[in-house]
């Protein structure tokens, strides 16, 4: 692959990764956060899914806006409005205020997670997709592994408000990598076909498309087993194993080092054995493993290490999922690409923050209610899988 290749890979990653370095960074301050402010578990995490549930919605919008303004202008917006929402957050002095400025953040947040996907599609189609994917999911995988590491370096010097500024100084970066090394992918004369009129015929379209919508939930019951993690983990593994936050961050890092580096496999596995036959092994593995270990800890096995082995073994499966599921699901709809990523985006977080919901609900600062949740979307992913990918997936591989 050529320079040019990994170029456009490298920047739409870190402008993907801004918004979750939001979360990442984030993570080891919650035990913090509620201590300084004074409120307790379940609402401290309430400033984590108002992010989620800001940035899922707000996905429906930057999309069908990078198909009627190119990709560029809404990703300046998203992130300008990301940047102010960041120190709103740091200069907050309440709960209620702190998760308002959430909510904020998330809106803006939601412009970097779905047009670097409509760009991937303007650019490639098909197993070349699948590899321009995963190389951004290689990029954008440094928000798992380094922003929890220097989230607990921030907090141990400055405290959790130090978070919300570094990533409004990520966010500036951000701008300036728009401004000077992204070029426009959406020509002029394509723009001129959509509008919100189009937008919502658009919509109409692909919420009729059961391949699409299919694929969609597959990948989204993978991520949601990833932000279930993500929600309980500062909890389970800084209260219940007695981490601190420094070796919290690594332990959360372990799991991206996994999921990225099996992602870049997706392309070699795609063009020998077709993206949908990659996909539904790796479902069926990343289902099987994630049940295993809630069987096993559900037995009375309440043991980090375990857990984290399987949390590898699985994490490291799903990073197969997640850009097949992807490319598979934009592949007939490269005409309407930015609409069809906000709809993906959308329908993956409103899938997620339900999961975070129904675990919170059930958390008692255990392991367990975490692992179950995990094991539940996964076996809901495998399910969903088997029962449904039929005959226009399989058009789709036999095309490849």
């Known amino acids: ?30 035990p913090a956060i509620g201590k300084d402010l004074g409120s307790d578990t379940s609402v401290t995490q309430l400033s984590l899914l108002a992010f989620f549930i ?44 702190l998760i308002a400025f959430r909510f904020l953040q998330g809106i803006g947040g939601a412009a970097g997670m779905v047009i670097p996907r ?24 440094i928000s798992p592994i380094l922003a929890p590491l220097s989230g607990s370096v921030v907090i141990e010097f400055y405290g959790w ?49 059961k391949n699409f919508l299919t694929l969609t939930f597959i990948g989204g019951l993978g991520i949601s087993s990833f932000l ?61 493993t994630m049940v295993v270990m809630a069987a096993v800890m559900a037995s009375g096995f309440d043991s980090l290490p375990v857990m984290a082995v399987f949390l590898f073994i699985g994490y490291g499966f799903l990073g197969l999922v997640i850009p097949t599921s992807a490319v598979l699901a934009l592949e007939e709809h490269g005409e309407i690409a930015g609409t069809a990523s906000s709809l993906m985006g959308t329908l993956h977080f409103v899938a997620a923050a339900f999961a975070m919901v129904i675990v919170s609900t059930v958390f008692d600062g255990t392991a367990l209610p975490m692992v ?13 899988t088997q029962v449904t990918i039929g005959r226009r997936a399989a058009a789709v591989s036999a095309a490849e």
């Open 228 to 288: 279930v993690y993500l929600a309980n983990s500062p909890f389970v593994l800084i209260e219940h194993y007695g981490l601190t936050p420094a070796q919290y961050s690594i332990a959360f890092s372990i799991n991206a080092v996994s999921f990225f580096s099996v992602s870049q496999l997706t392309g070699f596995f795609g063009a020998r054995y077709g993206l949908v036959r990659v996909m539904k092994v790796a479902v069926t593995a990343f289902a099987l």
């Open 1 to 30: 692959m050529t320079a040019s290749f990994y170029r456009p890979a490298i920047i739409l990653g870190l402008l993907s990764a801004i918004g979750p370095f939001a979360i990442d960074m984030y993570l080891p301050a919650l």
């Open 372 to 384: 179950a949740g995990i094991a539940l979307v996964a076996a809901l992913a495998f399910i969903l």
């Open 54 to 97: 800001s940035f899922a919605l707000s996905q429906l919008v930057y999309g069908p806006l990078s198909d009627m303004w190119g990709r560029k202008l809404p990703l300046y917006l998203g992130i300008g409005i990301f940047a102010a929402a960041s120190i709103g957050c740091a200069l907050a002095t309440d709960i209620e205020s």
């Open 161 to 209: 408000r130090g978070v919300f500024w570094a990533v409004t100084v990520a966010a500036f970066i951000g701008l300036v990598l728009l401004a000077t090394q992204m070029e426009e992918t959406r020509p002029v004369e394509h723009r001129r076909e959509s509008s919100i009129k189009a937008a919502l015929s658009a919509y109409g379209l692909l919420l009729r498309d």
């Open 118 to 141: 409509a760009v991937v599609r303007d650019m490639h189609t098909g197993v070349e997709a699948a590899r321009l994917m995963s190389l951004l999911m290689l990029v954008f995988s």
